[in-house]
């Protein structure tokens, strides 16, 4: 049985419920999960003051219900198991998740999946700055998984990733792929400016209408329809991500670079005509 969590609380102070997976809850009753420890702002508080518990968590499965906006780290570190928000979500959704599903049915915060080691995300909505990025200070960002948002998000998109994917089936902010490792991010909207600024590797694709000009140190590579991309279509919509079949035909014209760093990434911009 699903353990539903309905937040209750009114307050514009931010709350955060860090640690609270479906591993940890697996073996407990609503009582002892009703005394998790969250913050309100300083302030420490249990988990059952601000939600109302229902069912129980053995399915490793939460649903939580209300908006969410304001409560953060939703997921965080989870390694296992499923978590449904039904609304709105706040920042640093399935942040250092190793494993399981987070569906959002709404829009997110920033960070969503912040230096993320594997599993699913997928925002039915719109989300924040940074996704799959890395921390201020951190070496790397996202390692692994897969991220889909079906809107909009903001600036520094996969900053610092080193492996896995995100798709945005919208428009994305500036510097999309900031000092990408390794990895692939693919915007199906239009895209702000310096795409793949610092790259070292990996790939970024430019699927929507009026793409940004390429930085001076990108170099024009050819025009072709590169056998990777319908598979990394296949895969998106076989995670649930909708994908229009006049994409899988697209020709792309292809840079590669950053040079000035290592060079070897590569970013595929939809040919004129065929976005």
């Known amino acids: 049985m699903t353990l539903t969590l309905t937040y209750q609380a009114e307050t514009s102070v931010p709350v955060e419920i860090e640690g609270l997976t479906p591993t940890w809850a697996r073996d407990k009753s609503l009582a002892e999960i009703g005394q998790f420890e969250i913050f309100h702002g300083n302030q420490k508080l249990p988990l059952g003051e601000m939600f109302k518990l229902a069912g129980e968590a053995s399915d490793l499965r939460f649903d939580f219900h209300g908006d969410l906006s304001g409560v953060h780290w939703i997921g965080a570190q989870m390694s296992e198991g499923q978590i449904h928000i039904h609304g709105p979500g706040g920042r640093h959704i399935g942040s250092e998740m190793s494993g399981g599903e987070i569906i959002v049915a709404g829009d997110a915060g920033g960070w969503v999946g912040a230096e993320m080691h594997g599993g699913l995300i997928h925002v039915q909505g719109n989300a924040g700055h940074l996704v799959g990025a890395a921390y201020r200070g951190s070496p790397k960002g996202m390692t692994g998984g897969t991220i889909l948002v079906d809107g909009d998000v903001g600036n520094e998109v996969g900053l610092t990733m080193r492996r896995g994917m995100i798709a945005i089936g919208g428009r994305a902010g500036d510097m999309l792929g900031f000092n990408m490792i390794a990895g692939t991010v693919l915007v199906f909207g239009e895209c702000g400016i310096r795409p793949g600024a610092g790259m070292r590797r990996g790939t970024l694709g430019l699927l929507g209408p009026d793409s940004p000009p390429m930085l001076p140190s990108f170099r024009y590579a050819c025009t072709a329809q590169p056998q990777v991309m319908p598979m990394m279509l296949n895969h998106l919509r076989s995670q ?8 899988f035909n697209g020709s792309y014209d292809i840079y590669n670079g950053d040079l000035v760093a290592l ?13």
Do not use: C, N, Q, T
């Open 240 to 247: 649930g991500f909708a994908i229009d079949d006049s994409r």
């Open 263 to 275: 060079g070897k990434g590569e970013i595929f911009v939809a040919h004129a005509g065929a976005a």
